[in-house]
């Protein structure tokens, strides 16, 4: 019993070692039994991209939008059902937060934790280039979405989460298919590091990336046989948003690596929450329906400019 506990302290330790700060952060969170559990996604596209909206357009005003605290505050009120709620709905309750506290408001406290596990950094100041009239290119601060879209290129799909899957055994598809043609390019979505990358039996080469706040977990399946991940990756690094990771592919369902065993390519991708490390691979994980944040990607509201030049 000693000698494994001596154990566990060494692996303990090496690990903190290894992963730094991050590591303590969520062994505290592992010690609070009430960590959320359950988290049900389904906010339509055209009431994020409102809120999110509102939020940018405030980034130079005196009272500021937060786009994650207005869509807690419209969940709360509505029982988390969004069906009725209205773009009007959404700047109603931007202007109600503007000047009033929604603490005392039941269930608020929940929906502001969920979303926020779901959504946080997603709005932020970056840096970019900017032609002028002239044809001169300058470098401008803007604030805006920062996540992007994790296919570079034309694809169909449609809302498939939940839907049945057997092959190995018969189970729910906790992710989001867009299906394209081979070799399209996969970007990472958010800024993170790369937590997994081989070949699984179930689908095929994957890369998984984790946020650096830890709470997202991203998973790009079925990429391309042969030349499935972009060169130079490698885990343990980082990978920024919009950064091309991997190629689409049609590998999977197979023991054996490097197999195209899917019928058609595409990409299955997925964002799983985690608000207790034991939820990672293990009891009460939580996939989240990616459909609507898809269709917010693929068009997103404009940015706001906050500084004209941005000093080298």
């Keep these: 019993m000693k000698l494994r506990f001596s154990i566990m302290l060494l692996c303990v330790s090496l690990t903190a070692l290894l992963c730094g700060e991050h590591f303590f952060q969520s062994l505290h969170v592992q010690s609070d039994a009430s960590y959320i559990k359950w988290v049900e996604f389904t906010i339509p596209s055209p009431i994020l991209y409102r809120a999110i909206e509102l939020d940018i357009q405030s980034r130079n ?3 500021r939008v937060d786009f994650i605290e207005v869509l807690s505050y419209l969940a709360a009120k ?3 059902n969004f069906k009725k709620v209205t773009q009007a709905d959404v700047a ?4 109600f937060l503007k000047s009033n506290s929604p603490t005392d408001l039941k269930q608020f ?3 502001l934790n969920a979303y926020g596990a779901v959504m946080n950094g ?15 290119a300058k470098t401008v601060l803007k604030y805006g979405l920062i996540v992007r879209h994790p296919v570079k290129g034309y694809y169909s799909d449609s809302d498939d989460f939940g839907n049945n899957r057997s092959y190995g055994f018969q189970r729910k598809h906790q992710g989001h298919d867009f299906f394209t043609s081979t070799g399209v390019p996969v970007a990472a979505m958010e800024d993170g590091v790369i937590e997994v990358m081989g070949w699984n039996r179930y689908g095929g080469w994957r890369i998984g990336i984790r946020s650096f706040d830890g709470m997202r977990y991203y998973y790009y399946a079925h990429l391309r046989k042969d030349t499935p991940f972009a060169e130079g990756l490698a885990e343990g690094h980082t990978v920024k948003a919009g950064q091309t990771i991997g190629y689409v592919g049609q590998t999977g369902y197979s023991f054996k690596e490097n197999v195209n065993n899917i019928q058609v390519p595409h990409l299955h991708f997925g964002i799983q929450l985690i608000f207790n490390e034991v939820q990672k691979d293990g009891n009460n994980q939580i ?3 990616c459909y609507q944040i898809a269709k917010l990607l693929s068009n997103p509201p404009a940015p706001v400019i906050v500084e ?3 000093e080298p």
Aim: proline share 0%; hydrophobic share 25%; aromatic share 14%.
């Design 122 to 136: 997603w709005v932020g100041e970056y840096e970019a280039e900017q032609k002028s009239d002239d044809g001169t």
């Design 92 to 95: 109603k309750a931007a202007d």
């Design 61 to 63: 005003e005196e009272e």
């Design 78 to 80: 509505n029982g988390g």
């Design 109 to 111: 406290s929940y929906y």
């Design 308 to 310: 004209t030049t941005v």
């Design 287 to 289: 996939w989240i329906d």
